[in-house]
């Protein structure tokens, strides 16, 4: 998510990562058919945020002023929002896959929907938030995490060798070899789309992901720029998001209006809730043009 300009960077992670779980506390989200995906408990990350690297002093700040969003400061990274839960929620009932295919997680926050991808198969996956606090604290921790696990299934008692051989996962690859298959970015987006645009040659995501990033009419420029630009000609956008963000004034109402005027992408509702307040998930794809 993001507000204002804070210039983009890429974080490459250093050659001896352990250091970076030390001292954490882990949760793990489960649903259905997916893997398990291990996060770092994020108030244990705020409450030891006086023992972190925290240059942008967001974890401190969030502390002192009890808010999910102090805009131009921190936009919401450290918290897994009901929409990210929903998306993967979508994921799994549709199967989607992943193998072979480049995938952007923006705005990624805990990075969970981007791990995903990582851990069913995608041959890239890169992760951008604004902050890059949370980049380096919570987000690359979390990949690591999911890097270093082991999801191989038992094989089945008295059952064929080979039919029990072929229902097994492939184990996860080492740290590193996971993480090589990743890159991290920070920044705004428009300062973040000219820096992966500077690539040779520039990306084209596959798929890209992208959770409770439309509170803000202000930033919707710049987020459809960054699809205009970077999703492969048959790609796929999944947004998930609230109807409407009370006090910031953005949601999904304002939004496709933003997006039908531009005329560039078609939006399709993939999923609909409708307790607490009401909540989306869509997906953008180009349209065909004669």
Known sequence: ???????????????????????????????????????????????????????????????????????????GGLRIWECTIDLLEHLESVGETFSGKRVLDLGC????????ALKRGAKEVHFQDYNSTVIEELTLPNVLLNCDDDDEEEEEEGGDSDSAASKKKSPELPPQAGLARCRFFSGDWTSFLSLVLSSEPPPQYDLIFTSETIYNTAYYPSLHEVFLQLLAPAGLVYLATKAHYFGVGGGLHLFESFVEQKDVFNIMSLKELEEGLKRHVVALSFKKRD
């Open 109 to 116: 926050g805990a990075g969970l929907l981007g791990i995903l």
């Open 1 to 75: 998510m993001e507000t204002g300009v804070k210039k983009a960077k890429e974080h490459i992670p250093p050659q001896d990562c352990e250091h970076l779980l030390e001292n954490t506390v882990t949760e793990t989200f489960s649903l259905g058919t997916l893997p398990p995906i291990h996060y770092l408990n994020e108030s244990v990350l705020e409450q030891t945020a006086s023992e972190r690297a925290d240059r942008e002093m967001i974890l401190s700040q969030n502390i002192g002023s009890h808010s999910d969003l102090i805009s131009g400061v921190y936009e």
